[in-house]
């Protein structure tokens, strides 16, 4: 048995850069174990498996250590894979989805633009070990949606953090949003979800989901220009229509290839 695998690299026009994400298409469902041991041999943030329907793509996401409710950046490299290799004249992909409900991505000139429900954090109590794990004093604001949605004064104090991944990972949510106010773009943010096996996450569509409606709402707009300050870095186009969010951004192949299960 031979499956096909890619892998891109999703908010990023340039190879090494944005967030990589395997992508297999599938004709039938395999057992939930197999996946979750493919998602551990890539031991990348998340690889993605689609199943053609009738309606469009049924779509799941696996990190090296679960299956997680909703992921951007491997939904973005689905779409480009679609686009590019197996329905190359389809303009919009529908995706449906185990928790996230149906989840939609278009294609036009090299842009590919994911149409994801907003996630609006609220306010929370701020555990003791949160800014520790953080390794900051000073925060604006501390909310929570399924991740903690921690916002910092500035860009540079984003940019600077230096977590406590073990600290981290005692905490009772998925993952960790850091975020600010930016000035190389609107609002910038880092990502850490060590309890998925992931320090610190390249680009996080899903974060935006959180990100998008709370700074459409401080700065009153919304269009959105996103950073996320990773090494591998990213950029997002976003815009908050509806109580949905769109995020726009490229995509590039890495490479294509071939998983062999005949002994698995």
Request: hydrophobic content about 40%; overall charge negative.
């Given at each position: 048995m031979k499956l096909t695998i890619y892998q891109v690299d999703a908010f990023t026009d340039k190879v090494f850069g944005g967030n990589?994400?395997?992508?297999?298409?599938?004709?039938?469902?395999?057992?939930?174990?197999?996946?979750?041991?493919?998602?551990?041999?890539?031991?990348?943030s998340e690889t993605a498996f689609f199943v053609k329907t009738d309606e469009g793509y049924h779509l799941r996401w696996f990190t090296p250590q679960n299956e997680i409710d909703l992921c951007g950046h491997a939904t973005l490299a689905s779409a480009y894979v679609i686009k590019n290799f197996l329905e190359p004249h389809i303009q919009e992909i529908?995706?449906?989805?185990?928790?996230?409900?149906?989840?939609?991505?278009?294609?036009?000139?090299?842009?590919?633009?994911?149409?994801f429900p907003a996630?609006?954090?609220?306010?929370?109590?701020?555990?003791?070990?949160l800014l520790e794990s953080l390794g900051v004093d000073v925060v604006v604001e501390v909310l929570k949606s399924r991740d903690y949605f921690v916002v910092l004064p500035n860009e540079e104090a984003v940019q600077n953090l230096d977590p406590d991944f073990s600290l981290m990972k005692e905490l009772d949510a998925f993952g960790v949003i850091a975020t600010?106010?930016?000035?190389?773009?609107?609002?910038v943010s880092r990502c850490f979800f060590p309890k998925a096996g992931i320090q610190e996450d390249p680009v996080t569509g899903s974060a935006h989901c959180n990100i998008v409606p709370y700074w459409s709402e401080k700065l009153g707009k919304k269009e959105l220009s996103c950073k996320q300050l990773s090494k591998r870095g990213g950029d997002l186009l976003c815009e908050l229509k509806d109580g949905r969010v769109l995020m726009s951004g490229k995509c590039v192949l890495y490479m294509t290839g071939e998983i062999l299960l005949n002994h698995a």
């Open positions: 990589p994400a395997a992508v297999i298409p599938l004709q039938a469902w395999p057992e939930d174990s197999l996946m979750q041991k493919i998602a551990m041999e890539n031991n990348l529908q995706f449906s989805t185990q928790v996230a409900g149906i989840l939609k991505a278009s294609a036009k000139d090299g842009l590919y633009t994911l149409d996630r609006v954090p609220e306010t929370s109590e701020i555990p003791e070990t600010a106010k930016g000035h190389s773009a609107d609002a």
